[in-house]
């Protein structure tokens, strides 16, 4: 993988704002490529755009000189830096999942579950198969499991590229260590593992093939990590006590020279500064400012590394069969015909939803409720006017409190809904239409359970008429009701992903 003067600027109160500008690099089969850089330096940026989930406003970026597209879709895995996962799935159900829709469709549903179940052992998940994902109020997998669990959403198809957004993020250092293992040994297997990184440790650090470290936006340094530390003593910074290399080259990014030898250069300008502020009788300041160290270290890096790697660019990367039979074909393909996703994306859906659905509380909740308008409608006597009104008074109570009891549901669950989405379509794992049909059809069942035992309860407990016919157009109403929710929930989606 190639790219070459990759720039990317966004707008800010409508001026342009230029996030990256010029990066230049290369990833070979075999190699883990690590981006450094300080927070807001543009390492996910840079990674989005190489990973195909943003396009870059200047600058070329090529697989063996030839552009990504569509096409390449099913070649790339990519792992965001928040763990996107349902709650409710256990981890062997999520892989499972993932192997259904992403695999080709030649190969049969017992050899795709096989496969899942391959990546379980691949990645050391064998004792928590049958553990739920959990999340925030669920108690479920530890971190690095998680962690593994994504890895191995995007690793069971096989990828010839791996793009990873801070996968140490949050762990402990051992377990840092074992993630970062693990992506050396798929890229043995012959797959090129480009991920970003903030502050590694030392023995994280000399794990990575090559570095790559940005600041403010700019190339301070690309190439191999062992010549890292070479490169930057012979431009005349050097530690001055001793330290993992990761946090001495962020330093450097920030501009942070405290424990940092500095170059004459630099020295020289630091007290032609100081003279201009001693004849203004300014506050001196003895050491060189974020700015000038930022200028001379990416002046450092244009003159004496840019034009070799530059032209190292120009030379052909290797390829492998498969990445070059996805090249050449310009079809997209999915893993599964429609009918296929939706049945999946169906079961998927009834799993994880009804334990949000049937949890005890939304029971007790909906139970409580029904005994009491019970008591409070008992047995109304429907042949008085007052009677009437009050059992008229109650339809419009069940109407109105199962038009609005599921969109509750609704506004904590869109919010995960929607990264999920977007995180699986990016990865092209089903069409739009198979989900929406399977995510509203798969809430029917879910939706009809609870408003029937409301609706048992309910309905004798306040003597409305009994009949099987009265009955079921009750039901029917309450029914309808839902559906209309469902249509405003939809309409809450569609304003929620407008929403920047």
């Known amino acids: 993988m190639q790219f070459s003067e990759?720039?990317?600027?966004?707008?800010?109160?409508?001026?342009?704002?230029?996030?990256?500008?010029?990066?230049?690099?290369?990833?070979?089969?075999?190699?883990?490529?690590?981006?450094?850089?300080?927070?807001?330096?543009?390492?996910?940026?840079?990674?989005?755009?190489?990973?195909?989930?943003?396009?870059?406003?200047?600058?070329?970026?090529?697989?063996?000189?030839?552009?990504?597209?569509?096409?390449?879709?099913?070649?790339?895995?990519?792992?965001?830096?928040?763990?996107?996962?349902?709650?409710?799935?256990?981890?062997?159900?999520?892989?499972?999942?993932?192997?259904?829709?992403?695999?080709?469709?030649?190969?049969?549903?017992?050899?795709?579950?096989?496969?899942?179940?391959?990546?379980?052992?691949?990645?050391?998940?064998?004792r928590c198969q049958d553990t739920m994902i959990g999340g925030s109020f669920v108690r479920g997998v530890s971190g690095g499991e998680r962690k593994r669990v994504c890895i191995g959403n995007e690793i069971i198809i096989n990828p010839s590229l791996l793009f990873l957004d801070e996968p140490t993020s949050g762990l402990d250092s051992t377990t840092a260590l074992r993630i970062v293992q693990l992506l050396h040994d798929i890229a043995e297997t012959g797959k090129t593992v480009i991920t970003t990184i903030h502050q590694p440790s030392s023995r994280l650090f000399h794990k990575f093939d090559k570095l790559i470290l940005l600041?403010?936006?700019?190339?301070?340094?690309?190439?191999?990590?062992?010549?890292?530390?070479?490169?930057?003593?012979?431009?005349?910074?050097?530690?001055?006590?001793a330290m993992n290399p990761a946090e001495f080259l962020l330093d450097l990014a920030n501009g942070n020279t405290n424990d940092v030898s500095v170059p004459s250069e630099l020295d020289d300008k630091v007290h032609m500064e100081n003279q201009n502020l001693q004849d203004t009788n300014?506050?001196?300041?003895?050491?060189?400012?974020?700015?000038?160290?930022?200028?001379?270290?990416?002046?450092?890096?244009?003159?004496?590394?840019a034009y070799k790697e530059k032209k190292k660019l120009l030379a052909p990367l290797p390829i492998s069969d498969d990445m070059?039979?996805?090249?050449?074909?310009?079809?997209?393909?999915?893993?599964?015909?429609?009918?296929?996703?939706?049945?999946?994306?169906?079961?998927?859906?009834?799993?994880?939803r009804r334990h949000d659905y049937l949890s005890w509380m939304r029971i007790t909740q909906v139970i409580a409720t029904s005994i009491i308008l019970g008591l409070l409608w008992w047995h109304s006597d429907p042949t008085t006017p007052k009677g009437l009104q009050d059992q008229a008074g109650l339809l419009f109570f069940i109407a109105v409190f199962w038009g609005f009891f599921p969109v509750f549901t609704a506004i904590f669950t869109f919010p995960q809904e929607r990264a999920m989405l977007n995180k699986e379509r990016a990865a092209d794992m089903y069409k739009l239409s198979a989900y929406f049909l399977a995510r509203t059809t798969s809430d029917l069942p879910l939706d009809l359970f609870l408003p029937v035992i409301f609706m048992v309860i309910v309905y004798f407990m306040a003597g409305l008429k009994a009949s099987a016919m009265r009955f079921f157009l009750s039901m029917l109403t309450v029914f309808l009701s839902i559906i209309a929710a469902q249509v405003w929930q939809s309409k809450l989606v569609q304003s929620y992903n407008q929403c920047p």
């Not at 191999?224 to 006590?241: D, Q, R, W």
């Not at 996805?326 to 996703?341: A, F, H, L, P, V």
């Open 324 to 352: 070059k039979a996805t090249i050449t074909s310009s079809k997209r393909e999915w893993g599964t015909n429609w009918c296929q996703q939706y049945s999946i994306l169906f079961c998927r859906g009834l799993k994880e």
């Open 215 to 241: 600041g403010r936006g700019s190339l301070l340094y690309f190439g191999k990590t062992a010549e890292a530390m070479p490169y930057f003593s012979s431009i005349g910074c050097n530690p001055l006590i």
């Open 6 to 126: 990759v720039k990317y600027r966004v707008a800010v109160k409508g001026t342009p704002r230029e996030i990256l500008s010029g990066i230049s690099g290369s990833a070979s089969p075999g190699e883990v490529l690590a981006m450094m850089g300080p927070s807001g330096s543009g390492k996910t940026t840079l990674l989005s755009m190489l990973g195909g989930r943003a396009t870059a406003a200047d600058g070329c970026i090529s697989y063996n000189d030839e552009p990504f597209g569509k096409s390449l879709k099913r070649r790339i895995g990519f792992v965001t830096q928040d763990d996107v996962l349902f709650t409710h799935l256990t981890v062997k159900e999520t892989l499972t999942y993932a192997a259904l829709l992403r695999l080709p469709r030649t190969m049969t549903r017992e050899q795709k579950k096989e496969r899942a179940m391959d990546i379980i052992y691949e990645l050391g998940l064998e």
């Open 282 to 305: 300014s506050k001196i300041n003895l050491r060189p400012s974020a700015q000038d160290v930022h200028e001379y270290l990416v002046d450092a890096y244009e003159h004496r590394v």
